[in-house]
């Protein structure tokens, strides 16, 4: 066996690269410079590079040459993928939001927080013609930041989603062309009608979204359904219209969920 594809011995090590690994998962799509996971970690040059290398050899992280940038690798994918195809929301939701995506004509994304972050697991694609929307499964991101996020907080006490909100608020500036303002309106309005309305958080407003949750039996949010359009594409009756459809298939995939 190659010793270089086993994990060190040792809790420490193993938190180290955890750590490393949670950071450039939460840093820019194009990769985090060796600096800022010093400087994000905390943790010693020495020690980050050392880690940086025996992560390399296991082919979970990998350093673009020419930008000197660290990401995350394909075969962490791999095993990622791997948890999401168990995991029994995706497994029982499938099916649901597959004739959702039909029914909207458009394409529809199941995700589930992780702490700050969110993680999409699911997308399901309708037969337009025209696909509107970014990300797959696999995609992580700060919670708050995608229609299924809003769906979630649709569903949260105002205080937890204040909360998470002040904690992620550095991490929602770094997205290209973050709106505050217009974010926090977006806030208002999902807190205040019950779904997620995923508008006015980009500045170019070309795009909105709509979002739904997904409750355990105490009501509880444990993912969120979204979906994206182009804002001018669906009038406000169209809107809730939608909101009804996703709303539905929510309720089927929790009573396939948490049925007696």
């Known amino acids: 066996m190659n010793k270089s594809r086993n994990i060190p011995d040792g809790s420490g090590s193993l938190n180290r690269a955890t750590i490393i690994m949670t950071t450039i998962a939460r840093g820019l799509n194009k990769g985090s410079l060796l600096t800022e996971i010093i400087s994000r970690t905390g943790l010693p040059r020495t020690t980050v590079v050392r880690t940086l290398t025996m992560l390399g050899e296991l082919g979970w992280v990998v350093k673009d040459e020419q930008s000197g940038r660290f990401n995350l690798g394909m075969d ?15 497994r029982v939701a499938a099916t649901q939001l597959s ?8 394409v529809v994304y199941l995700s589930v927080r992780s702490g700050l ?15 509107v929307g970014r990300g797959g499964p696999g995609l992580r991101g700060p919670l708050g930041m995608t229609q299924s996020c809003f769906g979630i907080f649709s569903a949260l006490p105002v205080k937890e989603v204040n909360e998470i909100i002040e904690a992620n608020m550095k991490r929602y500036h770094k997205v290209e062309g973050f709106d505050e303002i217009g974010f926090r309106q977006s806030i208002t309005e999902t807190c205040g009608r019950g779904y997620g309305s995923f508008s006015n958080v980009i500045l170019d407003r070309a ?14 949010p444990v993912a969120g359904i ?3 359009f182009i804002s001018d594409w669906l009038s ?10 996703m709303r539905a298939a929510a309720i089927r995939i929790e009573r396939n969920l948490f049925k007696p």
């Open 236 to 245: 406000e009756q169209q809107q809730r219209d939608h909101v009804k459809l």
């Open 76 to 90: 962490l994918a791999a095993m990622g993928y791997s948890a999401i195809s168990r995991n029994p929301i995706e």
């Open 226 to 228: 979204g979906t994206t």
């Open 99 to 106: 004739q959702l995506a039909d029914e909207l004509n458009q």
């Open 207 to 220: 795009m909105s979204g709509l979002g739904v949750p997904i409750r355990d039996l105490s009501g509880y």
């Open 117 to 131: 972050d969110m993680v999409c697991i699911g997308r399901y694609e309708g037969e337009a013609v025209i696909q």
